[in-house]
């Protein structure tokens, strides 16, 4: 069965980092693009960051730029992202998302994890 | 780059069909064949309806339908179940500093 588990998250105080991570299993992981996406409490989905098949290809949201970085280690199946500089509007659902090909340019998310909530507040 | 804009609500009765509007621009809906919809019910993970504009995944209804005229882009659910009452959300590419978009939300309910 194809699974995405994140774990990471947490309650953070704002200007502080937190690293998130994705195990993957039951596909071929270093086959797909990988996304993460965040969902704030009782608003819409907002697609953060993604990461081709072999890492060399990345993007973000214009509203994390410069303070997180995607990764991932095809070796464990898994993705991360490290978030420094965490404001409160980063608070959010973060979802793992596999995506429909190697490339990022498959625009759609066919596998999500149940999410990692962060919280960002003092 | 601003969300793809979907009504907030719509509804029907059992058995009718609806139809889910997202309208985008020509950066994103209007110049790619990159669109996905995606249901959510509460407290659970979206899941993929449609890709490409059209394609639906193995295992989705085919009461599940995508189609897309210039900037907009549309789902139609036919024969609406009581289970079909969700959140949906489409997405499409984009060609500007953000790679992708999604749009603001539809709760559909069902009457």
């Known amino acids: 069965e194809m699974q995405l588990v994140e774990s990471g998250g947490g309650l953070v105080q704002p200007g502080r980092s937190l690293r998130l991570s994705c195990a993957a299993s039951?596909?071929?992981?270093?086959?797909?693009?990988m996304h993460w996406v965040r969902q704030a409490p009782g608003k819409g989905l907002e697609w953060v960051s993604g990461?081709?098949?072999?890492?060399?290809?990345?993007d973000y949201a214009d509203s994390v730029k410069g303070r997180f970085t995607i990764s991932r280690d095809n070796a464990k199946n898994s993705l991360y992202l490290q978030m420094n500089s965490l404001r409160a509007e980063d608070t959010a659902l973060y979802y793992c998302?596999?995506?429909?090909?190697?490339?990022?340019?498959?625009?759609?998310?066919?596998?999500w994890g149940r999410g990692t909530l962060v919280t960002v507040s003092s | 780059q601003s969300a793809l804009t979907q009504p907030a609500s719509v509804s029907g009765s059992p058995g009718q069909s609806i139809t889910i509007s997202c309208t985008g621009t020509?950066?994103?809906?209007?110049?790619?064949?990159?669109v996905s919809w995606y249901q959510q019910h509460p407290g659970k993970a979206p899941k993929l309806m449609i890709y490409?504009?059209?394609h639906r995944p193995s295992g989705v209804s085919n009461r599940f339908s995508g189609s897309k005229s210039g900037n907009t882009a549309s789902l139609t659910i036919s024969g609406l179940q009581a289970e079909d009452e969700a959140d949906y959300y489409c997405?499409?590419?984009?060609?500007?500093?953000?790679?992708?978009?999604f749009g603001t939300g539809t709760k559909v309910t069902v009457l």
């Open positions: 997405s499409s590419y984009t060609s500007s500093s953000t790679l992708g978009v």
């Open positions: 039951g596909f071929i992981f270093d086959d797909y693009a």
């Open positions: 020509s950066s994103d809906v209007g110049n790619y064949n990159y």
């Open positions: 998302a596999k995506g429909g090909g190697g490339s990022t340019s498959y625009w759609y998310f066919d596998l």
């Open positions: 990461i081709n098949w072999n890492s060399g290809s990345i």
């Open positions: 490409d504009v059209s």
